[in-house]
């Protein structure tokens, strides 16, 4: 036992590494993270030996796969916000319902032509690729950035497919081992859609009700949202197999669709576990690759996903996007993503399993789906961006600067900046502040700065960068916290400001300006110094009468805050006699 315990130990440190060493690096690479993830999980099994998942977790395995699919789309749903779909709403229906069935049904076909395999089998490898998933489907978006719209329908497909997708799945294993009759089977899949949904909308309402009467601390807050995710996915699974998906999926659509309560902080928790949960499925799932097997059905597991991508995909979308409004290369994006995920490789292991304890062969159902999670992740993720820019629907790239503060030389850095063809927005938390920037033909956030809004009026504008320059402490908390989010700590600027406890230097990663104090600044910017572009490769020579402020590369390009080599710069420059930045000397003006 205790050999046991310390073998599944270390894997467990082995898969969290490994994981978190391929989502990184995915990241540093902007590639999507499975491409990272199936290959370093495949090295540490079959190839070195290091993993062996079922021998290391031996019955737990499957149970825990099961419910971190669960919390994945707890995760997912929580990012779902109703309003967004006004004008996509009907495409995001169709897809996971007639889409769902034209993807299965060509699926079926395709998988018995191929593989030359029982025509119920086939149905039940089509029902499993019918889900998508949040876990591919994001990091895509992320990616290629395309229209908020088509955005949109690809996030909700990837979610709430793969509770129907599954539901649709368990239907078929029922047909395959008990020959149900299609009357059951449609009562199936309503019962088990409306036992996770109801128990999701419960648990998610209780939840609601103790935050509005602040029965949960904040401190308990995460935690106990956590608990209520994996008691909706095993309650719901108890009641219904598979029924645990739709329920988790349902209770964060009920957090993230409601104005009692604030639930900013359980989706930030939520995001941080599902990256952990991600890693650490795709490496036990690679882990559990038989590569003998891949290789025999490598080619018609190739050919399946020709059929999925060239056929499936376009006939769904055709069908789904029908007199929606979206145009044509809105359409053909959506052609563009579709990738298998995580859901498709656990319902196909643990399908498996059953049809075996059922004494029924189950083919080449488990390595044919992993064949077509790994070819539709190489084909998509290799595609989507340089697809996105052609069809020109992608995005510009996030260059906007948010500006924390709002005081007079605040405004002038503004300005300067769009002169310079970079747009910002202003976050201030004073009325008066707000008033002076919009006089000055600059955005301003006008709403409060602990609001969804907040976060989508960034997103909006392209915010890639945060410039904080404000002394006071609650607005460089609230504002910084929630702007990180979106542009990551590593493209946070900030005036170091020792009086007000290091807030900024805390949550910043880089030094606006040099090494210049916010004191120094302001001191010399108190002298009616003005801020001015300028041009010139090598750029103006700081002194103790100019101060380099920013850098671009070109018009409208990205922005440093300091000074540098770019072809066009951004200059505080003294207009009057004043001290000296850091001497407390006048300069010689």
Do not use: C
């Not at 597991?301 to 979206?326: D, M, Q, Y």
């Not at 503004?414 to 202003?426: K, R």
């Not at 004073?430 to 976060?455: K, N, P």
């Amino acid at each position: 036992m205790l050999i046991a315990s310390s073998q599944a130990t270390t894997a467990v440190a082995i898969i969290v590494v490994l994981g978190t060493a391929a989502l990184w690096g995915g990241n540093r690479l902007k590639i999507p993270s499975i491409l990272l993830l199936l290959p370093a999980g495949v090295l540490a099994g079959p190839v070195f030996g290091i993993l062996e998942p079922d021998e290391q977790f031996g019955d737990l395995l499957f149970p825990l796969i099961s419910l971190g699919v669960g919390l994945l789309l707890f995760e997912g749903g929580l990012n779902l916000r109703y309003e967004r779909t006004a004008r996509v709403r009907s495409v995001v229906i169709r897809l996971v319902t007639v889409g769902a069935l034209i993807t299965w049904l060509v699926a079926w076909v395709g998988a018995w032509l191929v593989f030359d395999i029982d025509a119920q089998l086939a149905g039940l490898i089509g029902a499993v690729l019918v889900v998508s998933g949040p876990t591919v489907v994001m990091p895509l978006l992320r990616l290629a950035q395309p229209r908020q719209s088509v955005a949109e329908v690809l996030r909700w497909e990837g979610i709430v497919i793969d509770p129907v997708g599954a539901t649709l799945a368990v239907v078929v294993l029922d047909a395959v081992i008990e020959d149900a009759e299609p009357s059951r089977a449609v009562l199936r899949i309503g019962t088990t859609l409306l036992v996770g949904g109801v128990i999701g909308v419960a648990l998610g309402l209780a939840y609601l009700a103790a935050l509005s009467a602040h029965l949960v601390p904040d401190h308990l807050a995460n935690p106990i949202a956590l608990a209520l995710a994996v008691t909706a996915f095993a309650s719901a699974d108890l009641l219904r197999p598979e029924a645990g998906l739709m329920s988790t999926t349902v209770l964060g659509l009920v957090l993230a669709n409601q104005r009692k309560a604030p639930v900013r902080h359980v989706v930030d928790f939520a995001e941080d576990i599902s990256f952990l949960v991600l890693g650490a499925l795709f490496i036990v799932l690679g882990a559990r690759i038989d590569l003998a097997e891949l290789a025999d059905i490598a080619l018609p597991a190739l050919a399946l996903t020709a059929i999925l991508a060239f056929i499936a995909r376009p006939l769904t979308v055709l069908a789904s996007t029908f007199r929606s409004g979206l145009s044509t290369n809105e359409r053909l994006f959506l052609v563009a993503v579709a990738p298998r995920g995580i859901v498709a490789a656990a319902v196909s292991s643990v399908f498996a399993l059953e049809l075996e304890e059922a004494g029924i062969d189950s083919g080449p159902m488990a390595g044919a789906v992993m064949v077509v999670i790994m070819s539709t992740v190489l084909l998509y993720g290799l595609t989507a961006v340089p697809v996105a820019k052609m069809l020109q629907i992608a995005r510009p790239p996030n260059r906007a600067v948010a500006i924390v503060g709002g005081s007079g030389w605040h405004l002038k850095m503004a300005g300067a900046l769009q002169e310079a063809g970079v747009s910002t927005i202003i976050f201030t938390d004073r009325q008066i502040e707000r008033r002076r920037a919009q006089q000055a033909m600059l955005l301003a956030y006008d709403g409060d700065l602990q609001s969804e809004e907040l976060e989508e009026a960034a997103d909006a504008l392209g915010v890639g960068s945060v410039l904080v320059l404000s002394d006071r402490t609650e607005l460089v908390t609230a504002a910084v916290t929630r702007l990180g989010h979106i542009v990551g700590r590593s493209n946070i600027y900030a005036l170091r400001r020792p009086q007000v406890g290091g807030v900024a230097a805390s949550i910043a990663t880089r030094p606006a300006f040099g090494q210049l104090t916010a004191e120094e600044m302001d001191d010399f910017m108190a002298n009616d110094a003005e801020v001015v572009l300028t041009d010139g490769e090598t750029g103006p020579e700081p002194n103790e009468n100019q101060i380099v402020l920013a850098r671009l590369q070109q018009l409208g390009g990205a922005v440093s805050f300091g000074p540098g080599q770019g072809s066009l710069h951004i200059v505080a420059r003294k207009l009057r006699t004043g001290p000296t930045p850091g001497t407390g000397k006048p300069s010689p003006l």
